[in-house]
């Protein structure tokens, strides 16, 4: 196996033309990177699935994203800490969800099952067509999924993208949030413009790991809760959309308990 040590944040040449970043850089790697992820990291490299973790993208309370590479191609690989304190950030009706459904109890386990998790949800919703990073592997806390950016870096999130067309960025939220309600029967559960990417003018919808079955109890409630987020930032950009016209036009009627249920 690898080391650890020379998969993340490998000597680069350039890293030494700015120390100052490489020292912010090592922090990172201290707080994200304990023993049990560098492992999971390993394995991910003896796997094929990354040659090595390159940089930070974004570092947040649950984890971290970074881009890797595995050969000519980048990656994106999201690190969930493994930390007691993870679930705090989380929506409690996930966190039940993923108790009931999986038999393991401790903080690790469920961190392991929440990844799997968002990798499932992605494979399904690229199956879908659902404009999503692929996912290309997980292991333990690791999510090694398609980059989303160029050479500059990672696409901006929606919240920071200059949206000339509101009426087209409409239009294709209804198409995509159509097709995760109507072929992936999944509602994401915490949309915004943060977690929603704008790439070659088009969105990619990322962090899904929480999203439940449409016919979750809560599912037609926390899409509303989604498409009021969304109704409230399409009119602000200039193009008035009300959350009933959105929940009509993504086909919300559809969402909720089977009718026997209800
Ligand atoms: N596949 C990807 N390609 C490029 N950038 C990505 C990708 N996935 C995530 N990112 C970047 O990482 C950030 C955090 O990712 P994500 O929303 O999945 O994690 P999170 O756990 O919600 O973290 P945070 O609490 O910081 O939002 C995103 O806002 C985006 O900038
Ligand atoms: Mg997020």
Redesign the pocket.
């Known amino acids: 196996m690898p080391r650890a040590e020379d998969v993340v944040f490998p000597t680069r040449p350039e890293r030494f033309e700015d120390r100052r970043k490489e020292r912010q850089q090592r922090k990172v790697v201290d707080q994200f990177f304990d023993h049990a992820t560098l492992l999971a990291i390993s394995r991910l490299v003896s796997q094929g699935a990354i040659d090595a973790v390159d940089f930070p993208?974004?570092?947040?309370?649950?984890?971290g994203?970074f881009r890797g590479t595995v050969g000519a191609e980048w990656r994106?690989v999201?690190v969930y800490r493994i930390a007691n304190t993870t679930f705090r950030h989380l929506p409690p009706y996930a966190v039940e969800e993923l108790k009931r459904e999986t038999s393991v109890r401790n903080f690790g386990g469920l961190v392991f099952a929440w990844t799997r998790r968002e990798h499932t949800y992605l494979g399904r919703l690229t199956e879908a067509g659902v404009r999503v990073?692929r996912p290309y592997a997980h292991f333990r806390n690791v999510l090694v999924?398609?980059?989303?950016?160029t050479v500059e870096g990672?696409?901006p999130?929606l919240k920071d993208a200059p949206i000339d067309r509101p009426a087209e960025l409409y239009e294709e939220l209804v198409r995509e949030i159509g097709r995760m309600v109507g072929t992936a029967h999944l509602v994401h559960g915490d949309l915004s413009p943060?977690?929603v990417?704008y790439f070659e003018d088009r969105v990619v919808v990322?962090?899904v790991a929480q999203a439940v079955a449409t016919t979750h109890p809560n599912a037609r409630a926390l899409l509303q809760r989604d498409l009021a987020n969304f109704a409230r930032f399409v009119t602000r950009l200039g193009h008035p959309v009300t959350p009933d016209e959105f929940f009509a036009a993504v086909g919300g009627e559809t969402v909720g308990p089977p009718a026997a249920e209800a």
């Not at 993208?57 to 984890?63: A, L, P």
């Not at 999924?145 to 950016?149: I, Y």
Request: no cysteine; net charge neutral; charged share 25%.
């Open positions: 993208i974004s570092t947040g309370k649950e984890g994203v994106a999201k990073p999924m398609e980059f989303v950016g990672a696409a999130r943060y977690n990417l990322i962090d």
